[in-house]
């Protein structure tokens, strides 16, 4: 997975997924719960990340919770981990680098399921011929 699958599809991923697939495991990154969205500026900052296992999958993270823009001063444990909620929140920068590129490798994606489809009931016209 990459920053850019991230953006093309941010749901269903629990907090190790996510930040697994980040520049130095998310350190220094923004993420937030899918839920969280109408609160606006809530997120958790990542300051730590320890992997239990190889892959990623399963360990802890750490960082620092903003809420409604109120940010805390303490980084602590991030819970709900596990939870399938969690989304990369990019800077504006990387936005502004890596959306027109999520974009456009969507579009790629959908002319070749395009095609494919096009294809598939081309043969199955010949086949009923």
Known sequence: MSLLQLLLKPANRNLLEVVSHLPKLGVGSKVTRKAWEPYGDSYWEV????????????????GVLTWRGQREQKPRLINGRAKRVW???????????????????????????????????????????
């Open 47 to 62: 300051v730590a990340v320890k992997p239990r296992t190889e892959d990623g999958s399963a360990g802890k993270v750490y």
């Open 87 to 129: 989304r990369w929140l990019p800077s504006q920068q990387q936005q502004q680098q890596y959306v027109p590129l999520a974009r456009e490798l969507q579009r790629q994606q959908d002319l070749q399921r395009l095609a494919a489809q096009r294809a598939e009931a081309a043969a199955g016209k010949e086949a009923g011929s």
